[in-house]
């Protein structure tokens, strides 16, 4: 069971980690395509890529947390 758990935290570690960069690499691809195709990108524009962005780290961050709470709840249940 021990291990399972592990191998479970293991995979959820990697998709957590290719979520992540994901995240960063769409807002950094994005926030530079607004850049270069109009110099005159409205604030509002940047402003729903900003928010899209935070939005995006608050759902991994929820991810996190659910897996931290599983991990802890299986550290109760061994002990």
Do not use: G, P
Not at 18 to 38: A, G, H, P, V
Not at 52 to 74: M, R
């Amino acid at each position: 069971m021990l291990f399972s758990i592990f191998s479970e935290i293991k995979k959820a570690r990697k998709a957590v980690d290719f979520k992540r960069k994901m995240i960063f690499l769409e807002y950094d691809l994005q926030s530079e395509l607004m850049e270069r195709t109009t110099s005159s990108a409205t604030i509002e524009e940047r402003h729903e890529l900003h928010k899209k962005f935070l939005a995006d780290c608050d759902q991994l961050t929820a991810e996190c947390q659910k897996w931290l709470n599983f991990i802890e709840i299986s550290k109760t249940m061994e002990a």
